[in-house]
């Protein structure tokens, strides 16, 4: 290559360079891709050319002589160019390479794909939000989304801000824990605040065994043992399983394909239940709790969290063939909305739209896929802890934030699209906890009180469909 | 708060049913976004969609109710068929359960909408025309049988999805004009709205079941 057409390419690869950076991002993402991309295309002509020179020594120096020049005086992409060319041209293999590269991450950032796009978790950054349709929103309430997005950015760089002391109040909470200086009401109060994910593991697993470690110690082999004992059995369930292995986080990377680890823990957790608990089987929705339990704790803690959810914090029936107990819980729920936020149970009762099409989904799978990560993962701290009350005071809490906005809308398809978009931008779990913990205290009695009246409701219903369904049949 | 003018006429409500993994919400997803959704969370309870279509030079609004496909949940979204005035079948044609299911869900869509609900029997994944467990003629016949409309579609392709949600509407618009279908009927599935005038209710799978005569 001579020199003008090794420019002329250089040229053309830096405009890749900084099209990526100019075209593809909103400001942040934009800083960070001009940055890593201009500097690895950087370190990789400096690599190629320390390769090729046998006075390595000279040539590193030159090279973090070169890398702190950029640092310090902020060069720009075309600066580097002239940069690059004046070195020499060997270059054109390593800045070919920086490119491909670079094209490649764009294609995954396009995606959401990219690695540098994942939370601790691995859930990809990207907004799954972009494609709504906001064909059925009023124009007053685009601005009420739209605000919920602002609100996220806001709400995102104050904890970048706030991190530091979030995790130091942790750590000098754990101290006292650790040392067995606190009770389990002062835990009640920390864990409401979040916890960070620095010590999740910790105390969901102390939160789990609280529940179930009796059953635990008896049998400490008994997960894999349900696991090795059932190993080619037939099993109604597993095609089911299967099919929503893939399905169950789809926005996470470590639930990609069937090879990864995450999928393969997931399978014999969810088989493991499965086996564990032959009424249930598997029913949508305890996958995706599994899932959650697996992004925290190894494959058995795991295990014992799905047990402890369904079979200690739910009440019986929850999961089983006609989901009577979370049939029943929707009604509960309404009863409290009706009491609690009346202008939304009248606004819905008007419109005669059924609370439960949306909050089903909440109870079945304890928000996961329904709300935005971090706000879920808020809930599923205290859920753990303190059990099913959580699910309806922030099944409460979400309607009372969205109190006002529900009211203004006038039509049925109206009320459903803006729920479907609304609960996805719940990003402020902070303002959602404070409304859920304000609502007063939440008395296991009267739930109870409630749950037994309307089961007997449910009941019948579900009696009626029967005969129904026979009537049908005979006349068949 | 004062509502514009309509710019619609009619909105028709539809359910989409069938086995769990046949490719219900892909089926919606490329309805109404016009793309393929390979990692589509699966279904809890229902999920919404619409789209704006035109029909004889009607504007109408589909109002799409996409139910969960396990089993246990038909216990739930039984109570969604209520007001349908489409409802698309799916099955998966590299699956064969999922086709022997059919009746079961013909029997369902058939007692718990109305006599003049269309039902729209689609074969998803014709993509996937090598692992072919069911054949066209086959489900043709099956259509045919049962006074169905049918087609073989593709999510994943978006061969035949646009024709099988606007067949469908087809069908259900040729009902009204004929007379077939009657809108102030309970429950038809249909709300007319006049472009300024007031709105009708009897739409959406929660009504009590009353008679509710549309505001047309």
Partial sequence: ?476 | MAAGPYNYSYIFKYIIIGDMGVGKSCLLHQFTEKKFMADCPHTIGVEFGTRIIEVAGQKIKLQIWDTAGQERFRAVTRSYYRGAAGALMVYDITRRTTYNHLSSWLTDARNLTNPNTVIFLIGNKSDLDAQRDVTYDEAKQFAEENGLMFLECSAKTGENVEDAFLDTAKKIYKNIQDGSLDLNAAESGVQHKPSNGPRGANLGGESSGNKDPCSC
């Fill in chain 1, 1 to 476: 290559m001579n020199s003008n057409s090794e420019f002329e390419f250089l040229r053309k690869s830096f405009g890749v360079l900084q099209r990526i950076a100019s075209i593809e991002f909103d400001q942040a993402k934009s800083k960070w891709s001009t940055l890593q991309y201009a500097e690895r295309a950087f370190e990789s002509v400096h690599i190629g050319r320390s390769r090729t020179n046998e006075n390595k020594r000279r040539k590193r120096s030159k090279s973090e002589h070169g890398r702190s020049k950029y640092r310090r005086k902020n060069l720009s992409t075309s600066d580097l160019l002239v940069y690059s060319v004046s070195s020499g041209g060997e270059v054109v293999e390593a800045i070919k390479c920086a490119v491909a590269e670079a094209q490649c991450s764009l294609t995954q950032i396009r995606e959401g794909k990219h690695p540098n796009f994942r939370d601790c978790y691995g859930f990809y950054r990207i907004d799954d939000d972009i494609d709504f349709t906001f064909e059925d929103i009023p124009d007053s309430l685009r601005k009420t989304i739209k605000n919920c997005e602002k609100e996220k950015q806001r709400f995102i760089d104050k904890k970048l801000h706030k991190a530091n002391e979030f995790e130091k109040d942790w750590e000098f909470f754990m101290e006292s824990w650790n040392n067995n200086l606190m009770e389990d009401r002062d835990l009640k109060k920390q864990v409401r605040k979040g916890i960070t994910p620095i010590y999740r593991q910790k105390i969901w697993t102390y939160c789990i065994n609280k529940r179930v470690g009796l059953k635990r110690n008896k049998n400490k082999d008994y997960y894999r043992n349900l696991l090795k004992r059932n190993e080619g059995r037939s099993n109604p369930n597993i095609k089911q399983i299967e099919l929503d292995l893939l399905r169950s986080l789809p926005n996470n990377s470590k639930f990609q394909t069937f090879m990864s680890d995450s999928v393969i823990k997931l399978r014999n957790v969810l088989v493991a239940f499965s086996w564990h608990c032959e009424q249930i089987g598997y029913c949508q929705g305890l996958n995706r709790i599994a899932a959650i339990a697996l992004l925290v704790l190894p494959e058995e803690d795991a295990f014992w969290c799905l047990v402890a959810i369904v079979e200690h914090i739910l009440p019986k029936d929850y999961y089983t063939n006609v989901l009577l107990g979370a049939q029943t819980d929707q009604k509960v729920l309404r009863d409290f909305i009706m009491k609690l936020v009346p202008k939304v149970y009248n606004k819905l009762e008007e419109k005669r739209v059924d609370l439960s099409l949306f909050t089903l989904s909440w109870f079945l799978a304890v928000f996961v896929e329904n709300l935005p990560v971090e706000t879920y993962f808020r809930i599923w701290d205290s859920f753990l802890l303190e059990g099913d009350k959580i699910l309806f005071r922030f099944a409460i809490a979400i309607f009372k934030k969205i109190e006002e906005d529900i009211c203004k809308l006038n039509e049925n398809p109206e009320i459903h699209a803006f729920m479907r978009i609304i609960q996805r931008s719940l990003y402020d779990h902070h303002t959602l906890a404070d409304i859920a913990f304000k609502l007063g205290p939440f008395s296991k009695k009267s739930l109870a009180n409630k749950r037994e009246l309307y089961l007997e409701e449910t009941k019948k219903e579900l009696e009626e469909w029967k005969k129904r369904e026979s009537r049908n049949k005979t006349i068949e």
